[in-house]
């Protein structure tokens, strides 16, 4: 069975530009997550997806954060204009139960 | 407080030496209990979970819940070189979608 795919790997970009990431969660997975990892941190939840609606996005900065999953199954997160204290690693989960949750490899993203 | 603490270590080892990792929490209905290991530059990825109180064994690896002192741990016996990884605990909150709440990781470097 494939797990979560995610692209790009690594990003380099400037303050202010904008930039995104994609996910195609594990097939059948109905629920998908982005988390914000940064440095010597656990991860945060920024967005939750069942299908292709909006469960939770309390923890989404949504003056520069957007995200979308519009068939349900692959996503997108965009972030416009990107800020220093992005910088991070940005990981995709998918679920089947919701409890268990399986993760991608994630893109690390720089801000200079 | 912070609803799940986690020592960041580093913690270092020699191999074939056991290894405890522990987290607390603050939240008294949390039900399952996650951890997860992650390598430099991977995802993070589901090592084992427990439901309630008590203790899970998986070869190397035991799980163990004290619900009444809300602390958690993760044993590994006979810890190899390639155990050395950062270790999350998190813990799924039931209301918002089951979204997990992390420890910071603890850094674990098991040496030969």
């Known amino acids: 069975e494939a797990g979560v795919a995610q692209s790009p790997r690594y990003k380099i970009i400037e303050k202010r530009q904008s930039v995104a990431f994609w996910c195609n969660p594990i097939?059948?997975?109905?629920?998908l997550y982005w988390y914000q990892q940064i440095l010597g941190q656990g991860p945060k939840l920024l967005i939750q997806?069942?299908?292709?609606?909006?469960?939770?996005d309390s923890q989404l900065p949504k003056d520069r954060f957007s995200a979308e999953r519009l068939k349900g199954v692959d996503s997108t997160l965009k972030i416009q204009p990107a800020k220093l204290e992005d910088s991070a690693v940005y990981l995709c989960a998918s679920s089947l139960t919701s409890v268990l949750q399986f993760f991608g490899p994630g893109t690390r993203l720089t801000v200079l | 407080q912070k609803e799940v603490e986690q020592d960041p270590g580093p913690l270092s080892v020699p191999e074939g030496a056991i290894v405890s990792l522990n987290c607390t929490y603050s939240?008294?209905?949390?039900?399952?209990f996650m951890w997860y290991r992650q390598y430099s530059r991977k995802g993070p990825e589901l090592l084992m979970y427990t439901y309630s109180s008590g203790n899970k064994e998986d070869g190397r690896f035991t799980a163990q819940v004290d619900k009444s002192s809300k602390y958690i741990s993760l044993f590994i016996r006979d810890s190899q070189p390639s155990d050395s990884a950062t270790y999350l605990c998190a813990i799924p909150q039931k209301t918002g979608g089951n979204k997990l709440t992390f420890g910071t990781g603890t850094q674990l470097k098991v040496e030969l």
């Open positions: 997806f069942q299908n292709n609606g909006v469960v939770d």
């Open positions: 939240n008294s209905a949390f039900q399952y």
């Open positions: 097939s059948g997975h109905a629920t």
